[in-house]
């Protein structure tokens, strides 16, 4: 719920600098962190920045996602009927922790509402969650990082796979793509692990690969046809779909998703009903055609090392926006 230790290191870390040279950067705070360096930032006078990863700074369970009904939650974070809904995993005592960490978050750590900057990953994620920040915060773009090496275009056309990264759980759509892919008669590759293995492992078209390492996932990657994103819940960016277009594969995207913004419908991929079996069926049948998978995959590849987010663009954007704050 709040972690001291955190606090006075930071507290003897900040003595050491002077807040008219010095900005403090949030990323990652809600498991371990804790806001308690917000509120030392901000009572020793420096500014502090937050990159908006997820939606904890306005929904006890950071997703705006009712688990118990695998539905988007329509309710105002920290509401009435917020608190006194059961929507976690765990359980109602886990909802009860949630609810009581972001009533400390919000009161003791004076957050958001003592944060005026915020990078966003996406439009999409900015709009959800400025009804909860400061009227006065400002908010400058910037995609995330990607650590990618540009390879020769991957010839789509001659795999068998439609690829899928990330946990096998509800909200990240799965009973819709095992359901739409057996209609449509793809074969699936799943690269990850989760809840619903076992559910998986009853479609005869399916291939799960377990966790395996961020480079296996780029291997996995060379063996798609197109790549399929359809979570149910908002996902504040979706990194694996512009890994995916640097190695020139299209995607198949959820609307509900922050990555529907980096696709061009029919250029460099599809956005789909989130969990829309026969809308997803209808995609899918797309990746059967050699020359549209070839196509969209050479528009995804040439559109992201246009502009890549690698390392160097991703360093020189910081910089600015620091410069902006300062």
Same mark, same amino acid.
């Given at each position: #719920?709040? +972690?001291? %230790?955190?606090?006075?290191?930071?507290?003897?870390?900040?003595?050491?600098?002077?807040?008219?040279?010095? @900005?403090?950067?949030? =990323?990652?705070?809600?498991?371990?962190?804790?806001?308690? !360096? /917000?509120?030392?930032?901000? %009572?020793?006078? $420096?500014?502090?920045?937050?990159?908006?990863?997820?939606? $904890?700074?306005?929904?006890? +369970?950071? &997703? $705006?996602?009712?688990?118990?009904?695998?539905?988007?939650?329509?309710?105002? *974070?920290?509401?009435? &009927?917020?608190?006194?809904?059961?929507?976690?995993?765990?359980?109602?005592?886990?909802?009860?922790?949630?609810?009581?960490?972001? $009533?400390?978050?919000?009161?003791? *750590?004076?957050?958001?509402?003592? /944060?005026?900057?915020?990078?966003?990953?996406? =439009?999409?994620?900015?709009? =959800?969650?400025? !009804?909860?920040?400061?009227?006065?915060?400002?908010?400058?773009?910037?995609?995330?990082?990607?650590?990618?090496?540009?390879?020769?275009?991957?010839?789509?056309?001659? +795999?068998?796979?439609?690829?899928?990264?990330?946990?096998?759980?509800?909200?990240?759509?799965?009973?819709?793509? #095992?359901?739409?892919?057996?209609?449509?008669?793809? %074969?699936?590759?799943?690269?990850?692990?989760?809840?619903?293995?076992? #559910?998986?492992?009853?479609?005869?078209?399916?291939? @799960?690969?377990?966790?395996?390492? !961020?480079?296996?996932?780029?291997?996995?990657?060379?063996?798609?046809?197109? #790549? @399929?994103?359809?979570?149910?819940?908002?996902?504040?960016? *979706?990194?694996?779909?512009?890994?995916?277009?640097?190695?020139?594969? &299209?995607? @198949?995207?959820?609307?509900?998703?922050?990555?529907?913004?980096?696709?061009?419908?029919?250029? +460099?991929?599809? /956005?789909?009903?989130?969990?829309?079996?026969?809308?997803?069926?209808?995609?899918?049948?797309?990746?059967?055609?050699?020359?549209? /998978?070839?196509?969209?995959?050479?528009?995804?590849?040439?559109?992201?090392?246009?502009?890549? !987010?690698?390392?160097?663009? =991703?360093?020189?954007?910081?910089?600015?926006?620091?410069?902006?704050?300062?």
């Amino acid at each position: #719920l709040w +972690n001291f %230790k955190a606090q006075r290191v930071m507290s003897g870390l900040l003595q050491t600098l002077k807040p008219e040279a010095t @900005i403090i950067h949030l =990323h990652g705070y809600t498991k371990a962190l804790t806001t308690s !360096p /917000v509120r030392v930032a901000k %009572k020793q006078g $420096f500014e502090v920045v937050c990159t908006l990863h997820d939606f $904890f700074a306005a929904c006890p +369970n950071g &997703a $705006f996602f009712n688990y118990q009904t695998s539905a988007i939650c329509p309710l105002t *974070g920290m509401s009435a &009927a917020c608190i006194t809904t059961h929507c976690d995993t765990r359980g109602w005592a886990h909802k009860a922790y949630r609810v009581v960490r972001s $009533f400390v978050q919000k009161n003791v *750590g004076k957050f958001p509402e003592s /944060v005026r900057h915020y990078i966003t990953l996406s =439009h999409f994620s900015a709009e =959800h969650l400025r !009804p909860y920040l400061p009227d006065e915060a400002q908010f400058y773009p910037l995609e995330n990082l990607i650590e990618v090496t540009k390879k020769p275009r991957v010839d789509v056309a001659a +795999n068998e796979y439609v690829v899928a990264v990330g946990r096998l759980d509800i909200e990240k759509g799965i009973e819709t793509l #095992l359901e739409s892919a057996k209609k449509a008669d793809v %074969k699936l590759l799943l690269v990850g692990d989760g809840p619903l293995r076992a #559910l998986a492992e009853e479609y005869e078209n399916v291939t @799960i690969t377990g966790w395996v390492s !961020p480079e296996q996932v780029h291997d996995y990657l060379s063996q798609a046809r197109a #790549l @399929i994103f359809p979570s149910i819940w908002y996902e504040a960016y *979706g990194l694996v779909v512009s890994e995916a277009a640097a190695r020139g594969m &299209a995607a @198949i995207v959820s609307d509900i998703s922050a990555a529907a913004e980096r696709i061009e419908e029919g250029e +460099n991929g599809l /956005v789909v009903k989130a969990g829309d079996v026969d809308a997803l069926t209808d995609a899918l049948e797309k990746t059967k055609d050699n020359a549209w /998978v070839a196509s969209t995959g050479k528009n995804a590849y040439e559109r992201f090392w246009n502009t890549p !987010p690698t390392r160097e663009h =991703h360093t020189e954007g910081l910089l600015g926006i620091y410069q902006k704050i300062f």
